[in-house]
């Protein structure tokens, strides 16, 4: 007997968060090989709030998870900068304030590092495994539809 992937044992509406997740990073990352990211950014804010809110209601914690699982699957999305914006978009999808935050950091040989934040409802929902010790440059509030 075939093993059945992973994937198909959740329930349909489990499996439509990476689906959603792994789409929104292709666009973003193509975005991004080919885009400056301030013209990525002002493009997604329009698109956000020219569409309708999403149909599926899911938790800032649940759209995290989606969006990291895509990540695995997506060449070029396993970046902080790619995850996070598609975090923040699926979220303002769903109704939910949310910032996105770029930052810096020294490492230990002294060379600049940047990393890329989602905070929603008061805690980071991507990216937050090291992200205190980056200091915000770069804040993008996004607004619920």
Excluded at 100 to 123: P, T, Y
Aim: proline share 6%; with cysteine.
């Amino acid at each position: 007997m075939r093993r059945i992937p992973k994937f198909f044992l959740f329930p349909r509406s489990e499996r439509d968060h990476p689906v959603r997740a792994t789409f929104e990073l292709c666009l973003i990352g193509f975005g991004l090989q080919f885009l400056l990211l301030r013209t990525l950014l002002m493009a997604r804010v329009a698109r956000s709030f020219a569409g309708q809110r999403g149909t599926w209601s899911y938790s800032p914690d649940q759209i995290g998870w989606a969006v990291s699982v895509a990540a695995r699957h997506v060449p070029g999305g396993g970046t902080c900068l790619p995850q996070a914006l598609a975090t923040h978009v699926l979220l303002e999808r769903e109704g939910y304030a949310a910032r996105l935050h770029i930052g810096v950091a020294k490492d230990e040989d002294g060379r600049l590092q940047a990393h890329a934040w989602v905070e929603s409802l008061g805690r980071v929902v991507i990216g937050g495994s090291n992200a205190g010790r980056y200091t915000p440059v770069l804040a993008v509030d996004g607004e619920p539809r």
